[in-house]
């Protein structure tokens, strides 16, 4: 399909006239390697840069525990390094957060391109049966391209009012909140306004986003084995809930470098990639200097700028697609940290600074220190011995727990060398997960209290989470579980002090530790059972 520049431009609005591996390989080490639809490899300095920047920024990031879980760094198309934090593994999806976003505002460039809509189109005219009764001027006056930008004119994100309305209908709930701003001139994150983005996909298509992106966007891109998370009534979300690979990010973030070109192929628009990369609004900063602020450089369409020339689809906890088309690069990450702008700060502090305008001498000595490095990238193991005397006392034990709000009736511990089996009795039944003792276990689980359920909506018609597990004794009496939801961003301890006869299990997950807090759910109290 080829698209006219200004006549596209007219339709946007415009009247007459935008496991722990990280590698750096010889391309023709790769040449018989890649499977369909990956990306091309190369190594750094074939493609003008350093593997000393990947390397230092690997080592940042770890020495200030911002808690990476995958990195892919392309330069001039192709990838120059790559790894997964263990237990993550490239062939692991992840959940994108806000990250998603940025596919949204791309399912809009198609439908604009399709002629199904403009963006000065009016968000109520979509939806006549889900309107108020009274319509303020404010909401009247919504445009699609205030829901893009970020600009509905809400003085607060609505995405908890939708989710917690007690209504399935969550266009309707969207519609009846108080607009107390002029849209288009105040910016609020709004996650609720890309929801409204998906369910107008919806309305025009009579396709969900993820089924009108199929076609026009994954399939291209070769992007395969993709969920999103949905409303009651199934519509996906928009604003959350996709889960890619790291490469399908890379994708993406390659296809907008290119101006909406892949494999040499037209997929969207030169001109929506502009628009929708381009600032529309200041958008709300910290108490840093804008200078030092990535979040102080202006919001696209569902896209943020950075410094230095760049712009990134960003989602939380650290999940980020960086487009840097200075430095013809995409960097393509994924973690669970506290500290966003931390990961960035290392980005343009390493990574940046290596990247030349030709090839780059080869440093055997760099390369050498770089692959001792890559070859041990792993998130940490539960500290503590894998093995206690008390081990072989509670081998087989089960105990009863007192009442209390997670339902949970019973656990029970299997011991043996290299791993420890955790029971679960709760009202829905026996939950297990496989601990390594030393190592992780991969697995699924279906226990319910992990620690997604006040986090995500599960992905409709999947019972199980991938789980990876390990577990070690932290002192002589207490046992320690750390389970990982490597398909999520997020992880959950659980602690088991034994004293004689009685246990007590303490459940944390990693919100509630990386904001240093205190995890809402009881501790529980159990007796062994004779």
């Given at each position: 399909m080829s698209y006219n520049r200004r006549e596209f431009l007219q339709k946007l609005g415009f009247g007459a006239l935008q496991l722990g591996v990280i590698s750096a390989i010889p391309a023709s080490a790769w040449a018989s390697s890649l499977s369909y639809g990956q990306l091309p490899r190369s190594s750094p300095e074939a493609q003008g840069m350093s593997a000393k920047g990947i390397l230092d920024f690997a080592n940042a990031v770890e020495t200030d525990r911002l808690n990476l879980h995958?990195?892919?760094?392309?330069?001039?198309?192709?990838?120059?390094?790559?790894?997964?934090?263990?237990?993550?593994?490239?062939?692991?999806?992840?959940?994108?957060?806000?990250l998603s976003k940025s596919f949204t505002s791309s399912a809009i460039g198609f439908a604009v391109a399709e002629g199904k809509l403009k963006v000065d189109d009016k968000v109520v005219s979509f939806f006549p049966e889900d309107k108020p009764a009274t319509i303020s001027a404010n909401l009247a006056a919504m445009r699609v391209r205030d829901l893009l930008s970020m600009?509905?004119?809400?003085?607060?994100?609505?995405?908890?009012?939708?989710?917690?309305?007690?209504?399935?209908?969550?266009?309707k709930s969207f519609l009846a909140q108080p607009v107390e701003h002029e849209p288009g001139t105040f910016f609020v994150y709004n996650s609720g306004a890309t929801y409204m983005l998906s369910a107008i996909i919806q309305k025009l298509t009579g396709q969900t986003l993820l089924e009108y992106l199929k076609p026009r966007l994954f399939q291209p891109l070769v992007i395969e084995d993709v969920d999103w998370e949905v409303d009651p009534k199934g519509i996906n979300t928009g604003g959350w809930g996709l889960r890619v690979k790291t490469e399908d990010i890379a994708k993406f973030g390659q296809l907008y470098l290119q101006k909406g070109e892949y494999?040499?192929?037209?997929?969207?628009?030169?001109?929506?990639?502009?628009?929708a990369t381009r600032s529309h609004i200041m958008s709300k900063g910290s108490n840093r200097k804008p200078e030092d602020d990535d979040w102080q450089q202006g919001y696209?369409?569902?896209?943020?700028?950075?410094?230095?020339?760049?712009?990134?689809?960003d989602g939380a906890f650290g999940q980020y697609c960086i487009v840097m088309p200075k430095e013809d690069m995409v960097i393509a990450i994924t973690s669970e940290t506290g500290d966003m702008q931390g990961i960035l700060n290392h980005v343009w502090n390493h990574i940046l600074p290596t990247v030349k305008a030709t090839g780059v001498p080869a440093d055997k000595g760099v390369q050498a220190e770089m692959q001792k490095k890559i070859g041990s990238l792993a998130l940490p193991l539960t500290p503590g011995k894998p093995a206690s005397e008390l081990a072989a006392k509670m081998n087989g034990k089960s105990f009863k727990l007192a009442d209390n709000d997670l339902k949970i009736n019973k656990v029970s511990?299997?011991?043996d060398k290299g791993w420890c089996l955790f029971r679960v009795t709760?009202?829905?039944?026996?939950?297990?997960?496989?601990?390594?003792?030393?190592?992780?276990?991969?697995?699924?689980?279906?226990?319910?209290?992990?620690?997604?359920?006040?986090?995500?909506?599960?992905?409709?018609?999947?019972?199980?989470?991938?789980?990876?597990?390990?577990?070690?004794?932290?002192?002589?009496?207490t046992f320690e579980m750390t389970w990982r939801f490597i398909e999520t961003a997020h992880y959950e301890t659980v602690r088991c002090k034994f004293e004689g006869e009685n246990v007590q299990v303490e459940f944390k997950r990693s919100l509630a530790i990386i904001g240093n807090t205190k995890d809402p759910r009881p501790v529980l109290n159990g007796k062994a059972i004779a």
């Amino acid at each position: 399909m080829s698209y006219n520049r200004r006549e596209f431009l007219q339709k946007l609005g415009f009247g007459a006239l935008q496991l722990g591996v990280i590698s750096a390989i010889p391309a023709s080490a790769w040449a018989s390697s890649l499977s369909y639809g990956q990306l091309p490899r190369s190594s750094p300095e074939a493609q003008g840069m350093s593997a000393k920047g990947i390397l230092d920024f690997a080592n940042a990031v770890e020495t200030d525990r911002l808690n990476l879980h995958s990195l892919m760094v392309l330069r001039q198309g192709k990838v120059v390094a790559e790894g997964w934090w263990a237990p993550y593994a490239p062939d692991l999806k992840h959940t994108l957060y806000s990250l998603s976003k940025s596919f949204t505002s791309s399912a809009i460039g198609f439908a604009v391109a399709e002629g199904k809509l403009k963006v000065d189109d009016k968000v109520v005219s979509f939806f006549p049966e889900d309107k108020p009764a009274t319509i303020s001027a404010n909401l009247a006056a919504m445009r699609v391209r205030d829901l893009l930008s970020m600009s509905t004119g809400h003085d607060k994100d609505t995405t908890g009012k939708l989710r917690e309305s007690g209504s399935d209908n969550w266009v309707k709930s969207f519609l009846a909140q108080p607009v107390e701003h002029e849209p288009g001139t105040f910016f609020v994150y709004n996650s609720g306004a890309t929801y409204m983005l998906s369910a107008i996909i919806q309305k025009l298509t009579g396709q969900t986003l993820l089924e009108y992106l199929k076609p026009r966007l994954f399939q291209p891109l070769v992007i395969e084995d993709v969920d999103w998370e949905v409303d009651p009534k199934g519509i996906n979300t928009g604003g959350w809930g996709l889960r890619v690979k790291t490469e399908d990010i890379a994708k993406f973030g390659q296809l907008y470098l290119q101006k909406g070109e892949y494999n040499g192929k037209r997929i969207l628009p030169a001109a929506w990639v502009e628009e929708a990369t381009r600032s529309h609004i200041m958008s709300k900063g910290s108490n840093r200097k804008p200078e030092d602020d990535d979040w102080q450089q202006g919001y696209g369409y569902q896209f943020w700028r950075c410094r230095n020339g760049a712009y990134r689809g960003d989602g939380a906890f650290g999940q980020y697609c960086i487009v840097m088309p200075k430095e013809d690069m995409v960097i393509a990450i994924t973690s669970e940290t506290g500290d966003m702008q931390g990961i960035l700060n290392h980005v343009w502090n390493h990574i940046l600074p290596t990247v030349k305008a030709t090839g780059v001498p080869a440093d055997k000595g760099v390369q050498a220190e770089m692959q001792k490095k890559i070859g041990s990238l792993a998130l940490p193991l539960t500290p503590g011995k894998p093995a206690s005397e008390l081990a072989a006392k509670m081998n087989g034990k089960s105990f009863k727990l007192a009442d209390n709000d997670l339902k949970i009736n019973k656990v029970s511990f299997e011991f043996d060398k290299g791993w420890c089996l955790f029971r679960v009795t709760d009202d829905k039944g026996e939950h297990l997960v496989a601990n390594g003792l030393g190592n992780w276990k991969i697995g699924l689980t279906d226990l319910s209290t992990m620690p997604l359920k006040l986090v995500l909506t599960p992905v409709p018609g999947e019972k199980k989470t991938k789980i990876a597990a390990n577990g070690a004794w932290i002192d002589d009496t207490t046992f320690e579980m750390t389970w990982r939801f490597i398909e999520t961003a997020h992880y959950e301890t659980v602690r088991c002090k034994f004293e004689g006869e009685n246990v007590q299990v303490e459940f944390k997950r990693s919100l509630a530790i990386i904001g240093n807090t205190k995890d809402p759910r009881p501790v529980l109290n159990g007796k062994a059972i004779a």
